[in-house]
Every structure is written in structure tokens, then in C-alpha cells.
Nanobody
Framework: QVQLLESGGGLVQAGGSLRLSCVAS????????MGWFRQAPGKEREFVAA????????YYGDDVKGRFTISRDNAKNTLFLQMNSLKPEDTAVYYC?????????????????WGQGTQVTVSS
């Protein structure tokens, strides 16, 4: 089993930045692909970014490319999401997720473990 705990959400003005963190426990973090998803009220869960466990290749949703950066620190079992140039439409609950595979990183159904989420609110 893997337990995931997100932190770093909050309220920020448009154009600002936030850094989300996700600490994992319970299984070898370095052997898991990790992802960030988000869900806004009344909308479906959306892929934000992912990082594979084999070589650390990164993947991004179209809406966040060039603004968000995903990274991981395997020594600290921690996943990060640096969010810059935030927009009101980025407002959502952000979830950290982990899976055993290193493929189809935008497919939420492949992720086995999920955190409880952290709220990000961007004011205009």
C-alpha cells in the first residue's frame, strides 16, 4: 500500500505561484510513476502532469504546459508541482496519484493510489 499526503495549496492572485508537495509512504517511491490531477466543481477530474519512474520523463496537460513543472525527490519520497502564472481557471482540488506502470500517464484509471487533495484557489 502507498499513502499519499498533499500540501501547499491555498489562495493566490492571478499571475502568482504556488508549489504543491506530495509525500509518499509505504512502498518504494522510486519505483512508482507519479501524477497530479485536478477537479474543479462540476467538472471531471483532469490530468495535470506526471513523471515516470524509469528515467523521470515528464508529461503535461495542454492547459498547463509552460506554466507548471513536475519534479520528484526520490531520496525524500516527495513529489512536487511548481505552478507559475496561475489563472482563475486553475482553481480546483489538486490530487497526487501513484501507479506501478510507466505508460499512459494521463489515464486516471491506471493510478492505484490517491491522496485526499489540496485546494488551490486563484482569484482574479
Amino acid at each position: 500500500q502507498v499513502q499519499l499526503l498533499e500540501s501547499g495549496g491555498g489562495l493566490v492572485q492571478a499571475g502568482g505561484s504556488l508549489r504543491l508537495s506530495c509525500v509518499a509512504s509505504g512502498r518504494t517511491f522510486s519505483s512508482l510513476s507519479m501524477g497530479w490531477f485536478r477537479q474543479a466543481p462540476g467538472k471531471e477530474r483532469e490530468f495535470v502532469a506526471a513523471i515516470g519512474w524509469r528515467g523521470g520523463r515528464t508529461y503535461y496537460g495542454d492547459d498547463v504546459k509552460g506554466r507548471f513543472t513536475i519534479s520528484r525527490d526520490n531520496a525524500k519520497n516527495t513529489l512536487f508541482l511548481q505552478m507559475n502564472s496561475l489563472k482563475p481557471e486553475d482553481t480546483a482540488v489538486y490530487y497526487c496519484a501513484a501507479m506501478h506502470y510507466d505508460t499512459e500517464h494521463d489515464a486516471s484509471a491506471l493510478y492505484d493510489y490517491w491522496g485526499q487533495g489540496t485546494q488551490v484557489t486563484v482569484s482574479s
